[in-house]
C-alpha cells in the first residue's frame, strides 16, 4: 500500500502545482496592476479652405479717324489748329486734330491774348510737344499752351492738347 498512498500524494501535489500555474497565467491584471494597454495619441491636423479665383481679360480695340488735313509739318499742324482756334472755326481745327483736341482746346474761347510759338521738341523722338504761350511781359494769369503731335500716314496731326492755366 504504500506504493499507492506516494503515487496519491505525488499526484495530488502535481495537481495543485498545476493549479497554482494556471491561476497565475490567467488572472494576471496586466503589466503595472490597474493600468490597462494606453492607446497611441490623436493628432487633429486642420487644412485651411482654399478659394479659387478666375478672371478674364477683355481686350478693347478703339480705331480713331485721322484728320483728313494731315501737315507735312508738326510745327505746320500746331500752327494750323490754333489759327482755327483763333478764328473761331472749329470745323476747320478739326481737318489737322483728333475731336478730343478740338474739344478740349475750344471749351475755351479765345481771348485775344497774342500766342507766340515757344518750340517743339524733336521729331527724332515722338511725340512732338509744341509749346505756345503770351508774349514776354505779359500777364502770368496767361495760359500756356502744349499741343502733342502725331505722325501717320505721311503727315502730321494734333494728337493732344494741354492747357496750363495761368
Request: with cysteine; proline share 10%; glycine share 10%.
Amino acid at each position: 500500500m504504500r506504493i499507492r498512498i506516494a503515487a496519491a500524494v505525488t499526484a495530488t501535489g502535481v495537481a495543485v502545482a498545476l493549479a497554482a500555474v494556471l491561476a497565475g497565467c490567467g488572472a494576471s491584471p496586466g503589466p503595472a496592476a490597474g493600468k490597462g494597454p494606453t492607446d497611441p495619441p490623436t493628432t487633429t491636423t486642420t487644412v485651411p479652405a482654399t478659394t479659387t479665383t478666375t478672371s478674364t481679360t477683355s481686350t478693347t480695340t478703339t480705331t480713331t479717324t485721322l484728320p483728313a488735313g494731315r501737315q507735312p509739318s508738326a510745327e505746320g499742324a500746331a500752327s494750323a489748329f490754333l489759327d482755327s482756334w483763333v478764328a473761331g472755326d472749329r470745323a476747320d481745327a478739326g481737318k489737322v486734330a483728333t475731336p478730343a483736341a478740338v474739344s478740349e482746346l475750344f471749351v475755351r474761347p479765345y481771348q485775344g491774348q497774342p500766342l507766340v510759338p515757344r518750340g517743339c521738341s524733336s521729331a527724332e523722338f515722338p511725340p512732338v510737344v509744341c509749346s505756345y504761350g503770351p508774349e514776354g511781359g505779359a500777364s502770368p494769369t496767361n495760359n500756356l499752351y502744349e499741343i502733342s503731335l502725331a505722325y501717320r500716314q505721311g503727315g502730321w496731326y494734333v494728337a493732344k492738347v494741354v492747357v496750363e492755366q495761368g
